[in-house]
Nanobody, 124 residues
Framework: QVQLVESGGGLVQAGGSLRLSCAVS????????MGWFRQAPGKEREFVAA????????SYADSVKGRFTISRDNAKDTVYLQMNSLKPEDSAVYYC?????????????????WGQGTQVTVSS
């Protein structure tokens, strides 16, 4: 059974930084794309960033470009999201997800497995 476990969330002041991690276990498939999504109260889940298996291709939501960086360590089956210059509007539950394909997408419905989420709160 595939499991994704996020960590690294917390409370930070505006302008601060956090690094989220997501460890994948139990997978029986090989190459896969990984993504980060977030959901604030009363809002739909939205795309944040994604990275292909090789790491050669990444995609970011316009709202986080230049501030967030996604990376992965395939030897550890782990993806990271470095978040800098955080803003109060970045506050949300952040989810990592696995897509059983080498093709990167930004649509939540195209991802096959999800973590339980980690809360990020940015105070003003």
């Amino acid at each position: 059974q595939v499991q994704l476990v996020e960590s690294g969330g917390g409370l930070v002041q505006a302008g601060g930084s956090l690094r989220l991690s997501c460890a994948v276990s139990g997978r029986t498939f090989s190459s896969y794309t990984m993504g980060w999504f977030r959901q604030a109260p009363g809002k739909e889940r939205e795309f944040v960033a994604a990275i292909t298996w090789s790491g050669s291709s990444t995609s970011y939501a316009d709202s986080v470009k230049g501030r967030f960086t996604i990376s992965r360590d395939n030897a550890k089956d782990t993806v990271y999201l470095q978040m800098n210059s955080l803003k109060p509007e970045d506050s949300a539950v952040y989810y990592c997800a696995v897509r059983k394909s080498v093709l990167l997408t930004t649509t939540p419905g195209t991802y096959n497995y999800w973590g339980q989420g980690t809360q990020v709160t940015v105070s003003s």
